[in-house]
Structures are given as structure tokens and as C-alpha cells.
């Protein structure tokens, strides 16, 4: 009965010690800090796409993946109907970013040629844009026939 007693005694100092440590190193892993896109951004790679960019849309989640040199980000997606054939990534090449920048409202029209955007996307880039006055974004809602009443009362919902 000693001996039971003895052998439960350490399994249970066991468990104890045990959960302590993954407490202890749960609390210690960083939490990667987020930002839900306000406006689509333009995403450009060279890779050889079909076209020369494409559009990351508003709303995606972006994750902090930045060092002491680069601003990067991570981007999850789930897959749904591919598999892609993952293979060793060389050593000396550890991270290959595309390059994500903010889309100009004078870009628009170029995007669109290659790029389907929505009114809403529209008015989110016209919006956002830090590089016009807001007689300008005025102008560009009447070109673009975008009424900001419309999109204005649907983000306060």
C-alpha cells in the first residue's frame, strides 16, 4: 500500500510539474499582433502572373511577421480543392515577399483593366487615399458613381 501511495505521490508531482512548465511556457509565446484591412491593397510579385498585380481584398487579416530590418506581414488562407506540392525552401533564401502597397485613386483606372473591382472597393481606395483633397474625392465619387452615403451607414452597422 506504501508503495501505491509512493507511485501515485510521483505521478502526481509528475503531472503538477508538468502542467507548470506549459503554463509557464504558454504565457511566455508571443501572441502575433493583427490588422483587418480597412481598404484593398494592390499586391505585385514577380512571379509571372497573368497580370502584373492583383488586389488583396478588405477585410483579410493580416498577421505581424516583421524583423528589425523589413515591415512584413503573413496572410492565411484555408485551402479549398488544391494541393499544392510543398518542397524544401533553400536556406539562403529564407523569406520571398511580394511587395503590398495602398492603390491610388489615379491608379484606378489602369487596375481595372485587369483587376474586377467592386463599388465597394472603389469607395474604399477613393476613401482612403491620402494624396487627395476631399474636393478631389468628391470629383472621383461623381466619376466613379459612387454615393459614400451608401457605404458610410453599412461600416456602422
Known amino acids: 500500500?506504501?508503495?501505491q501511495n509512493l507511485f501515485l505521490t510521483g505521478l502526481f508531482l509528475i503531472i503538477f510539474i508538468q502542467?507548470?512548465?506549459n503554463i509557464y511556457l504558454w504565457s511566455k509565446e508571443?501572441?502575433?499582433?493583427i490588422h483587418v484591412l480597412e481598404r484593398p491593397l494592390l499586391i505585385s510579385s514577380n512571379a509571372g502572373n497573368y497580370?502584373?498585380?492583383?488586389?488583396l481584398p478588405e477585410g483579410t487579416v493580416l498577421y505581424q511577421d516583421s524583423d528589425h530590418l523589413n515591415a512584413r506581414v503573413k496572410v492565411y488562407f484555408n485551402l479549398q480543392g488544391v494541393n499544392f506540392d510543398f518542397k524544401e525552401q533553400d536556406?539562403?533564401?529564407l523569406k520571398q515577399?511580394?511587395?503590398v502597397t495602398a492603390i491610388r485613386t489615379v491608379d484606378l483606372p489602369q487596375i481595372m483593366k485587369s483587376v474586377p473591382l467592386?463599388?465597394?472597393d472603389i469607395y474604399l481606395i477613393i476613401k482612403h487615399d491620402e494624396d487627395i483633397s476631399d474636393a478631389v474625392r468628391s470629383m472621383f465619387f461623381k466619376k466613379y458613381k459612387i454615393l459614400p452615403a451608401d457605404y458610410e451607414n453599412k461600416n456602422d452597422e
Do not use: G
Request: proline share 8%.
Open 1 to 3: 500500500m506504501k508503495k
Open 97 to 99: 515577399p511580394s511587395e
Open 118 to 120: 467592386t463599388k465597394k
Open 51 to 55: 497580370a502584373q498585380y492583383t488586389v
Open 30 to 33: 508571443e501572441v502575433p499582433k
Open 91 to 93: 536556406a539562403d533564401i
Open 19 to 21: 502542467a507548470a512548465v
